[in-house]
């Protein structure tokens, strides 16, 4: 049974590009959320997908937009990178029953270095 | 205002041994669930254990259990018999209804030989 695969595993951009982050969930999940982590810190969240559409998001820009997938795989990006965009970035999958979230899973996470 | 407060940054135990990593949380709301997760140095975030704030009945998974005091807001983790591979940072978070996880800053966890 496959867990929560991201990619890619690093990235490096420079300030002012965009990127595009990838999250296949974990098989037989429907929702997918998103966090940044910096270094030392705890997980912030970003914005979650079910149903294709964003359910929830965190305290966080627009230039940090998503979309899902009819499989369910989602993706994160982000325009306008800035130098604090560069962190760990998590994606974690769950599945909704009579919209309440189970627990979730995380990927390995993809690290951005903007520069 | 901080939901999840972690107040040790850091900690040691020495293998064999046991060591308790405190939380405490702030929610108003009476249906919420509590977790730990485990982010070793290769940075994959690991669910150790969940406790439903329903149950009085505190989890416990193997060597690891929590101590959840309602009243006093605190959900602390219990290692036992700890183990070199039990090094890690060791996250608390709170999930408030259909809401994401809030983490805390975290606790990292050195087990030495």
């Known amino acids: 049974d496959a867990g929560v695969t991201q990619s890619p595993t690093h990235l490096i951009k420079t300030r002012g590009q965009q990127v595009t982050l990838r999250c296949s969930p974990k098989s037989g999940h429907d929702t997918v959320s998103w966090y940044q982590q910096a270094l030392g810190q705890g997980p912030q969240f970003i914005f979650q997908y079910y149903e294709e559409e964003e359910r929830q998001r965190g305290n966080f820009p627009d230039r940090f937009s998503g979309h899902q997938f009819p499989n369910y795989s989602s993706e994160l990006n982000v325009n306008a990178l800035l130098l604090g965009d560069s962190a760990l970035y998590l994606c974690?999958?769950?599945?909704?029953?009579?919209?309440?979230?189970?627990?979730?899973?995380f990927g390995p996470g993809t690290r951005l270095l903007v520069l | 205002a901080q939901t999840v407060t972690q107040s040790q940054p850091e900690m040691s135990v020495q293998e064999a041994e046991t060591v308790t990593l405190s939380c405490t949380y702030d929610?108003?709301?009476?249906?919420?669930?509590l977790f730990w997760y485990k982010q070793p140095p290769s940075r994959q975030m690991i669910l150790v254990i969940r406790q439903e704030a329903y149950k009085q009945q505190n989890a416990t998974e193997n060597r690891f259990s929590v101590n959840f005091q309602k009243a006093a807001k605190s959900f602390s983790l219990k290692i036992s018999d700890s183990q070199l591979g039990d090094t890690a940072m060791y996250f608390c978070a709170l999930k408030r209804s259909s809401r994401a996880l809030n983490f805390g800053k975290g606790t990292s966890l050195l087990v030495t030989p």
């Open positions: 929610t108003s709301e009476s249906n919420y669930y």
């Open positions: 974690a999958s769950s599945f909704t029953v009579q919209g309440y979230q189970e627990t979730q899973y």
